[in-house]
């Protein structure tokens, strides 16, 4: 067999637990059929008897012989979603964070990955450069929807250019397709300063908008640039004016969208607020925020959150003293909540990073590393009870920042109980419950 899933976790009185299964096995075919990924598996397993074609630690393999419910789930975790590997991506993009990341990081965050499953499964946004017909013909068959599409711009030569692709020019024609298909689709554009704005942003929303609603939703991020730009493409940052400029265009755009279908469309991130120094918008026009994970609305999400968190304590009988980590650019948003915060006893300090490891360049929180953390926070004097980190910072899942390090190691380091964020409500109820 020439591609597997190599078992990683078995749930608890799970069918794979009760048949022998083991974490290290390796599954090779279901029913005599090799997978090339969880969705051939979904689809394999969509019976009430089926024969799994398993390799033991030790190279032996063995057919075990299931029988279940028609829908009932083995219990298995895999090391990876794809049995044949990640497809790569084949651009160069001019502004890809990949290329700007620092040395001597974990391995897979040196992975460009453009894998249209990863997409259907996990919501990784894809250029579609490196689709074949074979391609296409599978994601119509299996209906895998939605997708989510980085497109950047409209204009064929310029996306060509961008991403130094020629496939790349006919984002348009792909984009037709899948939408005939019935695939719903959820698209972003990196906005780059004097490439893809003014006049090919507006040809982007336009030609993007006139497929709605097979397009869901239009994401509009700047691009991020770190210290470590050796050897790319020029580019800079967006300044205020020109995010103020950027907002105007889409809140037009918005408006005209909102009187047609009901919905914004397209959504700006963040940052384009914060730069501009404009409100956030309201919690009604992110329309269920679609694009969350990509950072659309995570302040008015952040924000609507710490409304609903009801207050659960009167104060502390002793002084305590917390610290509040954030990116600096969130520092903005936190510090008028924790100021109205008044318990007694409670003693608030926010500390906004900044952000040495990837450069002052970058301010957003998600990107702060453990060793900045520890550094900054080891050289502010005065009493310290306890700290309180973003998990946002942290890989998903698991207690690691970007540059390896953990939470724990930051305990260990300064002497000090360190809690984790995940949101709004956390960081409310850590406030008021430190013990």
């Known amino acids: 067999m020439s591609y597997y899933g190599t078992v990683t976790k078995i749930a608890c009185d799970s069918l794979a637990e009760e048949v022998g299964i083991e974490i290290g096995d390796r599954l090779l075919a279901v029913n005599g059929v090799e997978l090339r990924d969880i969705i051939d598996l979904s689809f394999a397993l969509a019976d009430e008897y089926v024969e799994l074609?398993?390799?033991?630690?030790?190279?032996?393999?063995?057919?075990?012989?299931?029988?279940?419910e028609y829908d009932e789930d083995l219990g298995i975790e895999f090391e990876t979603a794809v049995f044949d590997g990640i497809r790569r991506c084949a651009n160069k993009c001019i502004f890809?964070?990949?290329?700007?990341?620092?040395?001597?990081?974990r391995a897979s965050l040196y992975v460009k990955d453009?894998?249209?499953?990863?997409?259907?499964?996990?919501?990784?946004?894809?250029?579609?450069?490196?689709?074949?017909?074979?391609?296409?013909?599978?994601?119509?068959?299996?209906?895998?929807?939605?997708?989510?599409?980085?497109?950047?711009?409209?204009?064929?030569p310029l996306r060509a250019k961008m991403l130094h692709n020629k496939r790349a020019s006919n984002i348009m024609e792909q984009i037709a397709q899948l939408a005939d298909c019935g695939i719903e689709l959820h698209t972003q554009v990196v906005l780059c300063p004097g490439i893809n704005d003014g006049?090919?942003?507006?040809?982007?929303?336009?030609?993007?908008?006139?497929?709605?609603?097979?397009?869901?939703s239009l994401a509009i991020v700047p691009v991020g640039l770190s210290r470590y730009r050796e050897n790319c493409f020029p580019l800079e940052g967006?300044?205020?004016?020109?995010?103020?400029?950027?907002?105007?265009?889409?809140?037009?755009?918005?408006?005209?969208?909102?009187?047609?279908?009901?919905?914004?469309?397209?959504?700006?991130?963040?940052?384009?607020?914060?730069?501009?120094?404009?409100?956030?918008?309201?919690?009604?026009?992110?329309?269920?925020?679609?694009?969350?994970?990509?950072?659309?609305?995570?302040?008015?999400?952040?924000?609507?959150?710490?409304?609903?968190?009801?207050?659960?304590?009167?104060?502390?009988?002793?002084?305590?003293?917390?610290?509040v980590v954030c990116g600096q650019s969130a520092?903005?948003?936190?510090?008028?909540?924790?100021?109205?915060?008044?318990?007694?006893?409670?003693?608030?300090?926010?500390?906004?990073?900044?952000?040495?490891?990837?450069?002052?360049?970058?301010?957003?929180?998600?990107?702060?590393t453990g060793q900045d953390i520890t550094k900054q926070l080891k050289r502010l004097p005065g009493k310290r009870s306890g700290l309180i980190i973003p998990g946002i910072a942290l890989r998903k899942g698991e207690d690691i920042f970007l540059d390896n390090t953990c939470w724990q190691d930051i305990e260990k380091e300064l002497q000090t109980p360190v809690r984790v964020a995940y949101g709004a409500s956390d960081l409310r109820r850590l406030l008021c419950d430190w013990g």
């Open 331 to 368: 520092e903005k948003i936190i510090n008028p909540l924790l100021s109205e915060l008044k318990l007694p006893n409670l003693h608030i300090r926010i500390v906004p990073i900044e952000n040495h490891f990837f450069g002052s360049n970058i301010t957003v929180t998600g990107l702060l």
């Open 96 to 105: 890809c964070f990949v290329d700007q990341m620092a040395p001597n990081m």
């Open 53 to 68: 074609l398993i390799e033991k630690s030790n190279g032996l393999q063995e057919i075990i012989e299931v029988e279940k």
């Open 238 to 323: 967006f300044t205020s004016d020109q995010a103020y400029h950027i907002i105007s265009m889409v809140t037009k755009w918005q408006e005209k969208c909102r009187q047609e279908t009901g919905t914004s469309f397209v959504y700006l991130s963040d940052e384009f607020y914060i730069a501009a120094a404009q409100p956030i918008p309201s919690y009604e026009s992110y329309d269920g925020f679609p694009q969350l994970e990509n950072g659309i609305g995570l302040v008015r999400n952040f924000l609507a959150e710490w409304e609903s968190s009801p207050l659960e304590t009167a104060g502390y009988s002793e002084p305590i003293y917390l610290d």
């Open 199 to 216: 006049e090919f942003l507006e040809k982007t929303i336009r030609d993007l908008y006139q497929l709605h609603p097979a397009i869901q």
């Open 114 to 156: 453009d894998d249209y499953r990863m997409s259907f499964l996990y919501g990784n946004f894809v250029t579609l450069t490196n689709l074949t017909d074979q391609d296409f013909d599978r994601i119509r068959q299996l209906h895998l929807s939605p997708l989510y599409i980085s497109v950047h711009t409209t204009d064929g």
